[in-house]
């Protein structure tokens, strides 16, 4: 295998006991996380008694974060942002505690059917969201962190157009883009075409791929975001980011139905599988595609 060595994932989907978490990594030899739960709770929930405990366990395991994976950003547009934004504020705190610079978020739950029925509507929506972006994004600014904005369906920046409207307003070495293929797909956006909307500004990247015919997860290249591809096109430009698995795979049963022809990567099987099976079949699966593109 060629080797890689930003590799970093969701590792709360293998197990919430930290514990089994960083078992589960070294394992693989993979030697960051993108911390998002651990212990029973969001890493921004914990107190900071349990924040230095987790540092020195991982510290301990010879685990960095990659990112902090944080629900900011993940409320409706209408809903109160002032205990948000103070979350908002714990969670830089906590980046600081944990040396850890790169925080994902997200542009907020928007009213879809309103926003496609007038068009001052979808602007007055667009200018909520640009208002609290731009707190967030000062912010983190004045406070020497890096937001990870996350394309998602039913947010603001579900579609690349809306993405590079965020990209175009806000994007500076404090503000850039993740690219997660299965989420684009599941919203209906080709991934070819967001790639190109949003090429300079991606600088992470969430390794799923998804079926468009039914938005179900598959391992990365059987599905169609077009993960192999858009992979070659980064290296290509330069890339040198994280690749954080998310498998998303707990109702996984086997490769029935998926594209014929393509070989079962590694560590495949057709029944269901646990937390961790699921991230080693996500982690094969993007060896696979590393060991062909780089």
Do not use: W
């Amino acid at each position: 295998m060629k080797t890689y060595d930003k590799i970093t994932g969701f590792a709360d989907e293998i197990d919430q006991d930290l514990s089994v978490q960083i078992e589960s990594l070294k394992k693989l030899g993979i030697h960051y996380v993108e911390m998002r739960g651990a212990d029973g709770n969001n890493l921004i929930y914990h107190s900071d008694e349990k924040v230095k405990e987790i540092k020195s366990r991982l510290d301990e395991a010879g685990i960095a974060l990659s990112a902090m994976g944080s629900p900011l950003g993940k409320i409706d547009i209408r809903d109160p942002f002032e205990k948000h934004f103070e979350e908002f504020k714990r969670a830089v705190e906590i980046a600081h505690r944990m040396d850890v610079k790169n925080i994902r978020m997200f542009s907020f739950y928007v009213p879809q059917d309103e926003m496609s029925k007038d068009a001052d509507i979808k602007q007055n929506i667009k200018d909520r969201v640009f208002e609290r972006i731009g707190k967030f994004v000062d912010y983190a600014s004045n406070n020497g962190v890096v937001l990870l904005h996350e394309n998602e369906k039913g947010i603001y920046g579900e579609k690349a157009p809306e993405c590079r409207e965020l990209m175009d307003e806000f994007a500076c070495e404090h503000f850039h883009a993740i690219f997660d293929f299965a989420n684009f797909v599941q919203a209906g956006q080709d991934t070819l075409e967001a790639y190109e909307l949003l090429k300079d500004h991606i600088v992470y990247i969430h390794v799923k791929d998804a079926l468009s015919r039914n938005g179900n997860v598959v391992p990365a290249g059987f599905g169609d975001g077009n993960v192999a591809v858009i992979l070659k096109k980064l290296f290509e430009n330069g890339f040198n980011g994280f690749l954080s698995l998310e498998p998303h795979l707990f109702n996984f049963t086997g490769f029935s139905g998926l594209e014929r022809g393509k070989e079962k990567p590694e560590g495949a099987s057709d029944k269901a599988l646990n937390g961790f099976e699921a991230f080693v079949l996500a982690y094969e699966s993007l060896r696979k595609i590393l060991e062909q593109e780089i």
